[in-house]
């Protein structure tokens, strides 16, 4: 199935970038080529993406990402494909997904591995897609040459079999990918082999748990883009590339990617349990059983850390971190303490979850929910809700492989899982299971991440100031580093006092002092943790979400491996804006990027007031305002930083046993819109904001659907 018209363009020379954007238009199978330049100012990305999204959707009002109109983009950044430390293989989606709660939101989702840096290097920075196929199709790009294929027998298949199947498919001289000849003028061989993106099972049924998988171990999970897939009928979309990329200052790049290295990056010789860069072996050693001395690191194109392991028992390899924990306590459980087993089970269960194409997310929290109904009698064979699954089989790797197929594949109570977990409980009458916290899905329909609102506010809050869990850990440590040291008897190597100094100095001009992270239940209302939050905001919609650093190595706002405990973030030699500037030949500061960043959260603030969204919407679960978290999910205590009123010393607190003032909250909102330049009255992007940051396009287009914010 040849592809149509092609439209070829001369992208010059731009630092950073390949110089043009694939617009795929699967209605009639053809093509177009948009020029990059355009859309350079918005850096790469979530930024990049949501311009495209602005300029290609014809309907933005649209509440499911299953649909026609709906414009899907998977953006690159100028630093995938290059030595940037831990930002050369990040990849991000954007488009309408599909199914939050009350309607599937303009959102995002990110993956690592060497899918942006193949598509750079075939000479592409985004690649949108608009559209249904009228049959399934997977996508060739060759270098310049885009072709489409009859996806048909692809159809049913894993992700796994699926990239094998495409492999051989352009493997045309069967050599095995010694030095395969690539298509297009002139000669040109290359050993590597295509970058895959697809779907399986799980998106080809449309589940809400539909991902995107590239190679073994990477999945953009979150929005349901794997079911945006399927509903167009697209399979997979493949790179492959024998170009290169220019960079404005390449020695300035090297330099400072040595100095990173030797000042910041982690010796794997003297694994230091407190570090977010071994977190794969605590994974290993903690969730799944396997000694940390059996794997290997593994690491996304660019990498200086490797948090991804391959094992020495052949399987569950590239998986890491949640998809191979949240069945391992049931493993661990049902195998009885033999911690072989549970990682046998575990793993294997990880992969057949990759291979369906599922986001294993979800289930953290749904299987506890639906194991409570069968205890209860509710669940089960003959039951009020009727299952063929045998609830009395979980942690078994039948069980795990059972439970994940029904959802894939929309049978049995999966039926309605596809839908997602909080839709699930309002068509079984159990809305109050959502209310009262038995189903742990705080904000949008989706599950708690492992840092509740009620005790990581700014995680809650940033969240819910969005359009899904926010999935960026800025400010984890501050829970991980004093939580797992006092877990295991130790002293946690910074005192409060130290840290929360060295990262408000991180986080000027938007916030005065170190108040801004203090947890303490009188203060998380405040202007200090407000503005904390906005810093949090625009940081992670520019500087990791679309000049796409790795999420668990950047932001690096402290570091007990770095003289005087210092982090590299916004550091004159080696913050994000060095690699920047020696990337693209720009000149921007630090904080030119966190303004970046609130320019795109705008953007999409006024695409969610298209989609009907106000600011009534952004509400906790009643769980969040009425109960008390009395455990955390992973320990049964939460220290974070906090100062005492009294005697304004900082310590380490449990910040357990509270829950969220409505009121308080709800008055929280009305300052931070006005300080975002949205309406508070209703959270719309405002006239004069709007100008202000040179989106009178957008402006026009609220008012004419009378979605225009007023002024405070």
Not at 30 to 43: D, F, H, L, N
Not at 115 to 143: C, F, H, L, Q, R
Request: with cysteine; glycine share 12%.
């Amino acid at each position: 199935m040849a592809s149509k018209k092609k439209v070829i363009h001369d992208p010059g020379a731009l630092p950073g970038y390949a110089g043009k954007i694939l617009h795929l238009k699967l209605s009639d199978l053809s093509y177009e080529v948009i020029p990059t330049e355009k859309y350079r100012k918005w850096g790469g990305g979530n930024g990049l993406g949501t311009a495209l999204f602005w300029d290609y959707c014809e309907d933005k009002t649209l509440q499911d990402g299953r649909h026609e109109k709906n414009v899907c983009v998977v953006a690159s950044s100028p630093f995938c494909g290059t030595s940037v430390p831990s930002a050369g293989g990040r990849c991000e989606v954007t488009g309408i997904g599909y199914g939050q709660i009350p309607v599937s939101w303009y959102t995002r989702s990110n993956f690592g591995g060497r899918y942006s840096a193949m598509m750079k290097y075939a000479g592409w920075d985004a690649v949108v897609i608009s559209g249904k196929a009228p049959e399934p199709v997977w996508v060739e790009v060759t270098n310049a040459t885009v072709t489409y294929h009859k996806a048909k027998a692809l159809w049913g298949k894993g992700t796994r079999e699926t990239q094998l199947a495409i492999f051989s498919a352009l493997d045309r001289e069967n050599k095995g990918w010694g030095w395969e000849p690539l298509p297009g003028k002139g000669v040109e061989y290359s050993t590597q082999k295509p970058a895959i993106l697809c779907i399986g099972p799980a998106g080809e049924n449309q589940t809400q748990l539909g991902s995107l998988v590239h190679d073994s171990g990477n999945g953009a999970g979150q929005g349901g883009f794997g079911a945006v897939w399927g509903f167009k009928n697209l399979k997979a979309v493949s790179f492959m590339g024998s170009g290169s990329i220019k960079i404005a200052d390449p020695m300035g790049l090297v330099d400072a990617r040595f100095l990173q290295k030797e000042i910041y990056g982690v010796n794997m010789e003297e694994p230091d349990i407190h570090q977010w860069g071994m977190l794969g072996r605590v994974f290993t050693s903690t969730f799944v059983g396997l000694p940390s001395n059996n794997r290997r690191a593994q690491a996304c194109v660019g990498c200086v850390m490797g948090c991804r392991s391959r094992y020495d028992i052949g399987y569950g390899n590239e998986v890491s971190c949640q998809e191979t924990s949240w069945y391992g306590h049931y493993a661990g459980k049902y195998a009885k303490g033999d911690e072989i087993e549970m990682a046998k089970v575990t793993m294997q269960v990880a992969d057949y979850c990759n291979d369906l194409g599922l986001n294993s997310y979800p289930f953290e929290h749904g299987l506890d929910w639906l194991e409570g109904l069968w205890h209860k009698g509710i669940l089960g064979p003959g039951k009020q809700i009727e299952t063929k699954l045998n609830f009395n089989e979980i942690g078994s790797l039948e069980f795990g492989k059972a439970l994940l197929k029904v959802v894939a594949h929309r049978e049995d109570i999966g039926k309605d899982l596809a839908d997602g977990f909080v839709q699930t409980a309002h068509k079984w009458g159990r809305k109050q299971d959502h209310d009262d916290g038995t189903l742990l899905f705080p904000y949008w329909g989706m599950p708690e991440h492992g840092y509740d609102p009620r005790a990581e506010v700014e995680w809650g809050f940033a969240s819910i100031m969005t359009d899904r869990d926010i999935n960026s850990h800025e400010f984890n440590p501050l829970f991980w580093k004093p939580t797992v040291a006092i877990a295991f008897g130790m002293r946690p190597r910074i005192s409060a006092e130290e840290i929360v100094h060295l990262i408000a100095e991180k986080l000027k001009p938007y916030v005065k002092g170190p108040e801004c992270l203090d947890f303490s239940t009188n203060n998380i209302y405040s202007d200090e943790v407000l503005n904390m939050t906005r810093w949090y905001i625009h940081y992670s919609r520019f500087w990791k979400n679309s000049a796409l650093f790795c999420d668990l190595r950047w932001a690096d706002l402290f570091d007990t491996n770095a003289p005087g405990n210092v982090g590299a973030t916004g550091d004159s030699r080696l913050g994000e804006q060095v690699f920047w500037n020696a990337v693209t030949g720009e000149n921007i500061s630090f904080v030119d990027g966190l303004s970046k960043g609130h320019r795109i959260y705008v953007l999409q603030s006024a695409i969610w007031a298209l989609q009907g969204r106000h600011r009534d919407h952004a509400k906790f679960a009643d769980y969040i305002y009425e109960k008390k978290n009395e455990e955390g999910e992973f320990f049964p205590f939460y220290f974070w930083p906090c100062k005492n009123e009294k005697t304004g010393k900082w310590a380490y607190e449990d910040v357990l046993h509270r829950h969220l003032d409505r009121e308080k909250f709800e008055e929280w909102k009305d300052r931070f819109y006005k300080a975002e330049g949205l309406d508070p009255k209703t959270g719309w992007p405002t006239q004069k904001t709007l100008e202000e940051l040179g989106l009178e396009d957008v402006a026009k287009e609220l008012d004419a659907h009378g979605k225009l914010g007023k002024e405070a």
